[in-house]
């Protein structure tokens, strides 16, 4: 009798345990889409134009940071633009960027002295 109990017993906490092993999951679910929802709305998009002016982010400081260092090169002219985001550029006397960048790196120049 006390086997078949305890057996019972057992099978009810193992119940129990998969029921808050599903409420956490789906707990983890609700709050994964606020964070989407959250970082969505806060996104900000950047459209740029052929002959737009910007500046180009230095890479070298995603591993080293520089804290008193312009982390920005430019400015640069749009020379070309593709369908998957990578960007031409062209110096401003006229001279290649070596190689396409892709947009996400960019920001718009809004004037002031030279870089």
């Given at each position: 009798m006390m086997v078949h109990e305890?057996?019972?017993?057992?099978l009810t906490q193992l119940d129990e345990l998969e029921e808050e092993r599903f409420f956490a999951g789906f707990h983890?679910?609700?709050?994964k889409q606020h964070k989407k929802a959250w970082h969505d709305r806060h996104?900000?998009?950047l459209s740029f134009k052929v002959n737009d002016l910007v500046l180009l982010y230095d890479s070298k400081f995603d591993k080293f940071l520089g804290?008193?260092?312009?982390h920005w090169l430019g400015p640069y002219v749009i020379k070309e633009i593709t369908d998957g985001?990578?960007?031409q550029l062209v110096k401003l006397n006229g001279?290649?960027?070596p190689r396409k960048v892709n947009g996400s790196r960019l920001k718009p120049?809004?004037?002031g002295p030279a870089m």
């Open positions: 305890a057996l019972e017993e057992r983890q679910q609700v709050q996104i900000k998009l804290k008193f260092r312009m985001g990578a960007v001279e290649p960027f120049y809004n004037g």
